[in-house]
């Protein structure tokens, strides 16, 4: 089977040491080498690991990985012959190992295994393509677009008239970039829609009037967007994205809306048109937000939690409609005992 993913190199277990600033256990063999991550269950000698859950001590004591980062209170528990490194963040410490290990799995590369211009692609006369930029076989990119050194543009992707794209950034297979200013580093999966219509009609008894959508798209720096998301063109005021952002697949950001720094925005999230998120802001899969919805810095909304009005910073909010998470809470519990209480009432045959 192919390895789609190999490793650039392997690291010394002092190096991963270096790197995490993990402390470990007496008798470590510090120049053992690591080339791979794996679970606990399926890992092997030149394996790094890790468990921070007690859920899975029984897969610590019978484990044969090289390494494996625990947090304090687990390193008893591991077998003698095993390689422990002592963490309060193991997760956190394997993700950086990982990305050592990894770099070609952080962002989409060519699909053509290429460098500069593939022959299919077609690049407008007018475009400015700096030095160092790839364009895969049959990319298009349009009139007075402008793309800036180190950043891919992969196969089938489709870059718009006036379209600007910074440096080190990545457009996966597919993607569609219209009415856009895209900052630096940042990395746009395969299949996005980006700067098409915003969902905008007057309705009216003779048909449904289109409004235009006549507003761009901007996208800060460092911001990674998942496969097939959406991010429709402002009809009225730009869409924002803030910079560090994270967004996953499929999410639908519409028309207006702005978006703070550093979210973090899952799958299946549909935030409707000039509604207003701030930094920090976390949400959870398919939650939704209806039109012109204030959400305030470092909310948390939980998911599939839906809401129709606005959410002060810090608030952490779950169901549909969206409360406080503790007063929603406190309703399931009531509901659970209220069920419990009617299903003795009918087996002492008081509830009929």
Do not use: W
């Not at 794996?38 to 899975?56: E, V």
């Not at 009432?345 to 509830?351: A, I, N, P, S, V």
């Amino acid at each position: 089977m192919p390895d789609f993913f190999p490793t650039s190199h392997e690291l010394t277990i002092r190096e991963i040491v270096a790197l995490t600033r993990a402390v470990p256990r007496l008798g470590v063999p510090l120049d053992r080498r690591i080339g791979n991550i794996a679970p606990l269950d399926t890992a092997r000698a030149g394996d790094i690991t890790y468990l921070d859950n007690a859920k899975y001590l029984d897969a610590l004591a019978v484990t044969r990985a090289g390494a494996c980062l625990v947090v304090p209170r687990f390193e008893g528990a591991a077998p003698n012959n095993l390689a422990v490194l002592v963490t309060a963040e193991p997760h956190r410490a394997f993700v950086a190992v990982a990305r050592a290990l990894f770099p070609s799995a952080l962002r989409p590369s060519s699909l053509f295994g290429g460098t500069g211009r593939a022959r299919s692609a077609q690049v407008h006369a007018s475009a400015h393509v700096e030095a160092g930029v790839t364009i895969d076989p049959l990319a298009v990119i349009g009139p007075d677009a402008e793309i800036g050194a180190g950043t891919l543009i992969s196969a089938g992707a489709v870059i718009g008239p006036g379209v600007a794209i910074g440096r080190d950034c990545a457009i996966g297979a597919g993607a569609t970039i219209l009415h856009a200013l895209i900052g630096d580093r940042v990395v746009i999966h395969s299949g996005v829609r980006i700067g098409q219509d915003g969902f905008g009609y007057l309705p009216s008894p003779q048909g449904h009037q289109k409004i235009p959508q006549t507003r761009r798209v901007i996208i800060q720096d460092d911001v990674e967007i998942g496969a097939n998301a959406t991010i429709d063109r402002g009809s009225t005021r730009d869409t924002v994205i803030g910079e560090g952002t994270k967004i996953d697949n499929l999410v639908q950001i519409a028309h207006n809306v702005t978006v703070g720094r550093r979210c973090l925005i899952a799958a299946q999230t549909g935030i409707s048109g000039s509604s207003q998120v701030g930094d920090f802001v976390m949400m959870g899969g398919q939650v939704g937000l209806a039109d012109h919805v204030t959400i305030g810095d470092g909310a948390m909304l939980a998911a599939q939690s839906g809401f129709m009005s606005d959410v002060p910073p810090g608030g952490r909010f779950m169901g549909s409609p969206a409360q406080p998470a503790r007063e929603y809470m406190k309703g399931i519990a009531l509901l659970r005992r209220l069920a419990r209480g009617g299903k003795r009432g009918t087996r002492d045959g008081e509830g009929e």
